[in-house]
């Protein structure tokens, strides 16, 4: 395997990863019921384990292959020296940053009870926010770079919200299953519900913005292989949004009425939903190395 090509899954799982754990820190520190919280921190566990953990490792990897992309050569990932000269540069200034921001979310983990949860949204944000820093975002210098790093922030956090909540969004359909659990697991998927449908709405205009910003004006996307990929990318996150409405508007109405399927058409579509913002994932980790122009 090539380093471009390593480089690509990696950053591919770093997103996944930085996304599933801010998006599951969402439910366990904002939306769940206070007397649900420690319940439900307890079901994710699993995936705050994992997530922090390959946050941490994938950056630490990313870094050690940006070293042998920038110096042209693998066997320099065992020198010093070039490691000190890649941290040098805008993207090392970057990323040390985002290594001690995963440094921080793993050892949240050692913590228990409010603070963990919290620690662990708030060391998720600041990964997301430090990932804006790098790749055609940070295309820019002064207040207007400022402004479109600050935009892509935005829209990072917003589909975190999103993609990340859909796994724990699955886990808390098993739990309404659980009359102990019932009312508390509603009421959180409807909170996740309510303030989705504003995190989709910024995560499609702050991505809208990024791309004029980075590739001008619609006319001329398609000429270009970044640009055509970009295409496929807004056609994937169409069908995601209309995965979401209809399980919002069609099945969710449906979910009283005894004896029917809704539900279990609601987890195959959020399943199918979750399957698509991963594919999306993928995609934009394989433009994010090509050229816009």
Sequence with gaps: MSLSTLWICL???????????????????LLAPRRYRAVLAQRLHRIFVTTAILSLLSALLMLATQTGLMSGDWRNVSDVETWQAVLATRF???WRWELGFA???????LLRGTLRQQLLLVSGLLQLMA???????????GVPGLLQQSN????????????GGLLPLLLLMREARQIAFRTDAIRCMMRFSRYGHLAVALALITGLINSLLIGGTPLNWGTTLWSAMLVVKVMLVMMMVGIALINRYILVPQFRVAGNQASQQFIRLT???LLLAMVVVGLVSVFATLSPA
């Design 11 to 29: 950053r591919a799982l770093h997103f996944i990863a930085v996304f599933l754990l801010a998006g599951s820190a969402f439910y366990t520190a």
């Design 92 to 94: 090392g200034s970057v």
């Design 103 to 109: 440094l921080l979310s793993t050892l949240a983990l």
């Design 131 to 141: 990932l804006a820093g790098v790749g055609h975002a940070a295309m820019r210098d």
């Design 152 to 163: 892509h922030a935005l829209h990072l956090i917003a589909a975190a919200f999103w993609t």
């Design 271 to 273: 399943q199918l939903e």
